[in-house]
């Protein structure tokens, strides 16, 4: 079955500092590729996605490129603040009709000043 | 304002009763589902539904019961038979076949005490 594989956290960054959190999928076919950021005690909220292979999703200074070729999907920012510290979630939905999502188990990030 | 509401924010249960959370949306989404999050284990799927009057298992459906009687409305019942069901409970929503970008509502947390 499809499955996502997330690096495991937390993550721990000074603010202005380069981030990359690591992301991998297994499906068939062509899936969707999402990322979404949880904040303490919230539901998540949709930060980027891409929807085919080469695409690249972005957001507030976010970015992931949709890479077949390694099944990735790996988000990046420049220079993160304080206010990104939250989980960052990867999910996929697979290319077949009606789909739900599968996520990663999540990445806390933790920006200090 | 459009969206997913889910109430109530925290709920407490005791050990043998059944308990309800409801999740409304006002997008005109064809798709709902409920997610259980628990530390560490990122999302997995409860129940799903893709049009009203019809839903399917997720991957631990064991101990929960839905209906979909109306198109806004997906609510879930934590049944006395679910061993374990102290966890953040999301509600979400999607447009539909071919387009399964999910949004989310703020959870409901629950305690059995």
């Known amino acids: 079955g499809d499955s996502v594989t997330q690096m495991e956290g937390p993550v721990t960054l000074s603010e202005e500092a380069f981030l990359t959190i690591n992301c991998t999928y297994t499906?068939?076919?062509?899936?969707?590729l999402f990322w979404y950021v949880q904040y303490p005690g919230e539901g998540l909220q949709l930060l980027l996605k891409?929807?085919?292979?080469?695409d690249k999703g972005s957001n507030k200074g976010f970015e992931a490129t949709y890479r077949k070729e390694t099944t990735s999907f790996h988000l990046e920012k420049g220079s993160v603040q304080v206010s990104d510290s939250a989980v960052y979630f990867c999910?996929?939905?697979?290319?077949?009709?009606?789909?739900?999502?599968?996520f990663g188990k999540g990445t806390m990030l933790l920006v200090s000043p | 304002d459009g969206g997913i509401t889910q109430s109530p924010k925290y709920l407490f249960r005791k050990e043998g009763q059944n308990v309800t959370l409801s999740c409304e949306q006002n997008?005109?989404?064809?798709?709902m589902y409920w997610y259980r999050q628990d530390p560490g284990q990122g999302l997995r799927l409860i129940y799903y539904?893709?049009?009203?009057?019809?839903?399917q298992k997720g991957d631990i459906a064991e101990g929960y019961s839905v209906s979909r009687e109306k198109k806004e409305s997906f609510p879930l019942t934590v049944t006395s038979a679910q061993k374990n069901p102290t966890a953040f409970y999301l509600c979400?929503?999607?447009?539909?076949?071919?387009?399964?970008?999910?949004?989310f509502g703020q959870g409901t947390r629950l305690t059995v005490v």
């Open positions: 979400a929503s999607s447009p539909g076949q071919g387009n399964s970008e999910a949004f």
């Open positions: 499906a068939t076919g062509y899936p969707s």
């Open positions: 891409a929807t085919k292979a080469d």
């Open positions: 999910a996929l939905s697979s290319s077949s009709g009606y789909s739900t999502l599968t």
């Open positions: 997008l005109n989404h064809d798709a």
């Open positions: 539904s893709q049009i009203v009057n019809d839903f």
